[in-house]
């Protein structure tokens, strides 16, 4: 078959997450399957956007801010071309869209051209009340109606969209994230530092806040721990400072900047614990990258993977709190035996649950099948 996905922004410091990194790996996936495939988005970095992405095709134009918003209104007018010519050829289209001009335009070009199409939403399309909101879905929303079928992660997140696009919309099927079992030994691996990692966008949703707090608890128990946050500054990064300076915990806790998708890999595999404090992530990436890289994680019970990496004995999964998750860091750096069944568990539940090759499996029959 031939495949055309459309993800929004592809960038050198990984600003827009999730989304393109699903995109690619299934991608990448379905190519070594033997399908032709080519990724559509923008592209923002200092330096020209690659050709691929991996084994993937890569077509983009330049990020432009045609509207207000980090993600909702960039575009390039080129862009719309190329979706026209790519789209023309392919056998299925598959948009990761959220509420911005990049996924308002795949989706009105999929149905002008008539073509076949699947929506995946990646928790981004929730109910919003807010006038803006609705005077986009007033365009968005219908399109979205045209999709063969919206691909979801979870039963939130399925009851969300369907309040957006109501009885009438597509069905709606669970579809997980998935990364290669191979990936960790892709990864530069040594010792293991005493290092904590956090790695999301600090933005009041991932709490960066409370991992600093964390960092300040174990510092008491076990001060020669170092913490570490990578990940595009959205609003935190004062919050983050003014904590630090609070606790006295220079040296201690470091902000090093947005890190591209194998610089981060690497990140994962140095760490001793990954930590993601957000609340109501729908299914993180990072904490597959990190179960496959052999890196113990600990997170919150409000991530939409955390029932099954509890049942699993994968992750230590916690309430969320500062008290809560400094305990949960302390016990996997001082309990090897501890540690050492979350790696197995981790690593089996990545090869059970989220191997990407699954994945693919379930993605040529939705194509097919719809």
């Not at 219908?142 to 957006?164: D, F, H, K, N, Q």
């Not at 609003?235 to 040296?251: F, K, M, N, S, Y």
Request: hydrophobic content about 40%.
């Amino acid at each position: 078959m031939r495949l055309v996905h459309v993800v929004t922004l592809v960038s050198e410091d990984g600003a827009y997450g999730g989304p393109t990194s699903v995109a690619t790996g299934q991608l990448e996936e379905c190519a070594t399957r033997g399908h032709e495939v080519t990724l559509l988005s923008l592209w923002r970095g200092g330096s020209r956007a690659p050709a691929h992405i991996g084994s993937v095709p890569l077509r983009t134009r330049p990020a432009r801010a045609l509207l207000p918003g980090r993600f909702t209104g960039i575009m390039h007018p080129l862009l719309v071309g190329d979706m026209w010519r790519s789209m023309g050829r392919a056998d299925v289209v598959h948009i990761h869209a959220g509420r911005d001009l990049v996924s308002l335009t795949a989706l009105a070009v999929a149905t002008l051209r008539r073509k076949r199409f699947f929506t995946q939403t990646h928790g981004m399309v929730e109910p919003r009340h807010r006038l803006v909101a609705r005077l986009f879905d007033r365009l968005y929303v219908p399109l979205l109606r045209r999709a063969r079928g919206c691909l979801v992660l979870t039963e939130r997140e399925r009851r969300a969209v369907s309040e957006v696009i109501g009885p009438q919309g597509p069905p709606l099927l669970t579809l997980p994230n998935g990364v290669r079992p191979e990936h960790d030994a892709e990864v530069e691996r040594g010792p293991r530092a005493p290092e904590v990692l956090f790695m999301a966008r600090l933005h009041p949703r991932k709490r960066p806040d409370a991992f600093v707090e964390t960092a300040a608890l174990v510092h008491r128990k076990l001060p020669g721990v170092r913490f570490t946050l990578h990940g595009a500054d959205e609003g935190e990064l004062p919050t983050v400072r003014r904590l630090i300076a609070a606790h006295r915990l220079w040296g201690v806790v470091s902000y090093g900047g947005a890190l591209s998708y194998a610089e981060a890999l690497r990140a994962q595999a140095r760490a001793a614990v990954y930590v993601l404090p957000s609340v109501d992530e729908p299914f993180p990436m990072t904490v597959i990258e990190a179960l496959s890289a052999g890196t113990p994680v600990v997170c919150t019970d409000t991530c939409g993977m955390a029932d099954e990496l509890a049942r699993r004995g994968a992750a230590v999964v916690t309430d969320g709190s500062p008290r809560a998750m400094a305990d949960a860091v302390c016990e996997v750096l001082t309990d090897e035996n501890r540690r050492a069944g979350l790696v197995r568990a981790g690593r089996r539940a990545v090869a059970e649950s989220f191997s990407i090759h699954a994945v693919a499996d379930r993605l040529e029959e939705i194509y097919r099948n719809l």
